[in-house]
């Protein structure tokens, strides 16, 4: 409750409890950080949770976790050799294949655990309304299966590109950084889908659209330097694009990554996690009601 005066009369005005709840900053940023530290109690159920989801993934499948290195193999193999036929004379990219490959691995990853992130917690809903532990842990879970594959996938990255005739060079030791950035944008981004999506299901459906776009406004399978001038900028404060050039600075030419860009990935990774984590955790305790 809060008392004015008005004119020498006293004015009471009862505060809405919305309003009572609001919380500083400060002590929001610090009850966040302490849910993060409590995530650690939780590692068990995320072990576990990742493991029935590669479980499903390949239940009855003859080959199992040997799909993370050959649908990989085999999807980059043709790709790069389409894409090469296709794009190779129009733009100045030199071992296009090796380009192509590095580029769409990293793709792959993003797309694969925002696709299954987005309904994650309606999928678990059973879990959701009747064991209680922090809800934040069906997304993350999510993300980490995918992740796996990812890990997975970049020794048989490094043996393509050996083939392709680009060695290893010492630069390759900055790629567990560059990982951690992306990881971060992808569990970032998926803690909010997969919050809007328990509201609102179109979500699900337009992610598909939504990763079309964003698939073709990422350097993938060409430079951002062909892109008109005033557009190359812009076109690079899509944080996945300078992760993406990055893998190809460290992996193709052996070089470190352009600092403005990676510094620019790192800030971009870390808000839009921060605002899927607020946003994520401000309507779990809601989720029950709405799955």
């Not at 009855?60 to 980059?76: C, H, T, V």
């Not at 060409?222 to 992760?243: D, E, F, T, V």
């Not at 460290?250 to 470190?256: A, D, P």
């Not at 860009?261 to 800030?267: I, N, Q, R, S």
Request: aromatic content about 14%; glycine content about 4%.
């Amino acid at each position: 409750m809060i008392t004015t005066k008005r004119k020498g009369d006293a004015v009471t005005v009862w505060v809405t409890s919305d309003r009572q709840t609001r919380r500083h900053p400060l002590r929001f940023a610090l009850e966040t950080a302490g849910r993060l530290a409590d995530l650690w109690s939780y590692r068990e159920l995320i072990r576990n949770l990742v493991v029935r989801d590669l479980k499903v993934r390949y239940k009855n499948s003859a080959f199992g976790f040997a799909w993370s290195l050959l649908n990989p193999l085999f999807m980059m193999g043709v790709l790069s050799v389409v894409f090469s036929l296709v794009f190779e004379r129009a733009s100045p990219v030199e071992n296009f294949p090796a380009f192509l490959v590095t580029g769409l691995i990293p793709w792959n990853f993003t797309n694969t655990s925002l696709t299954r992130a987005v309904n994650s917690v309606v999928e678990n809903s059973r879990l959701v309304k009747k064991v209680f532990f922090p809800r934040e842990v069906i997304p993350i879970s999510v993300v980490l299966a995918n992740f796996v594959h990812f890990l997975l996938a970049i020794p048989v990255l490094l043996i393509i590109l050996m083939f392709l005739g680009v060695m290893p060079n010492p630069k390759v030791l900055l790629l567990p950084p560059l990982i951690l950035i992306h990881l971060e944008l992808v569990l970032g981004i998926s803690l909010f889908i997969s919050c809007v999506n328990v509201f609102y299901r179109d979500m699900g459906v337009a992610m598909d659209v939504l990763l079309q776009g964003w698939f073709f406004a990422t350097p993938i399978f060409y430079h951002h330097w062909i892109l008109p001038l005033w557009l190359q900028k812009p076109a690079m404060a899509n944080p996945l694009a300078a992760i993406i050039t990055a893998y190809r600075d460290v992996l193709i030419y052996g070089r470190f990554p352009d600092r403005n860009f990676t510094v620019g990935a790192l800030v971009s990774s870390t808000l839009i996690f921060a605002i899927g984590y607020a946003v994520y955790t401000r309507y779990a305790s809601v989720f029950a009601e709405e799955v």
